[in-house]
C-alpha cells in the first residue's frame, strides 16, 4: 500500500480528494493536515510514502513545509497539488524538494497514476507546467552539436521523448502512440539510462532544446 497524507487548508478539498483516492486499491490515506506545521508533525508520526501538499496555506504554506520534510523525512515524497501554476510556486516547490507539481483539475485517474510514480521516486508535471519550467532557460544555440547519446535513441525512444517535451503522461503518450502504458514505462526507463538523466524534468529540457532536431529524426 502506499500511505497518503493530504495537506489542504480547505477540508472540502481533502474529503473530496480522500474519497477519490480510497477508491484506488493500492492507496491508503493515513491522515490530513490543514497548513504545513500539522503536516510536519504528521509525517513525523505517520511516515506517509507521499504527501499531496497544497501551496497557499496559512501558518506555514506548502513550499516552506516541502523544505522542511526533504530536509529531515527525505523518505516521504511530497507531490504538491494546487490551483496556483506561478512560475515562482512551482519553481520553488521544486527548488525545495517537490517531486511533483499538478494541478487540482488533474483526474483522479492521472493524480492516482502521479502518486504511483512520486512513490517510486519519478517526478510528476502537470502538462503546462512543464513550458513554464522550460521558459526558464535560454534558447540552446543551434551551433550547438547533438549529443551522442541522444542520436543513438530509437526512432521510438525520439518519438517518446518528443511527447515528454510537450508534458503528455504516459497514459496520453501511450494513446498517441497506440502502444501500453507498460511498453511507455519502459521507453522512458531507456531514455533516462541512455541520456544520464535523473528524471522527467530534465528530459522534457533536454527535449525541447534538441525539438527540432528530434522530430526530423523520427
Known sequence: MITVLLVDDQSLIRQGLRALLELEPDIEIVGEAENGQIAINLVKELQPNVILMD?????????????????????????????????????????????????????????????????KGYSQLGPGIVKKLVTQ????PPVLSVPPNLAELTPREKEVLRLIAIGDNNREIAQKLYISEGTVKNHVTNILNRLNLRDRTQAAILANSFFTYIEQDI
Open 55 to 119: 501551496v497557499r496555506m496559512p501558518i506555514m504554506d506548502g513550499v516552506a513545509a516541502t523544505k522542511e520534510i526533504n530536509h529531515h523525512f527525505p523518505q516521504s515524497k511530497v507531490l504538491i497539488l494546487t490551483t496556483f501554476d506561478d512560475e515562482q510556486y512551482v519553481k520553488a516547490a521544486l527548488q525545495n524538494g517537490a517531486m511533483g507539481y499538478l494541478l487540482k483539475d488533474t483526474p483522479s485517474e492521472e493524480l492516482a497514476v502521479a502518486i504511483r510514480a512520486v512513490d
Open 137 to 140: 532557460f535560454p534558447a540552446t
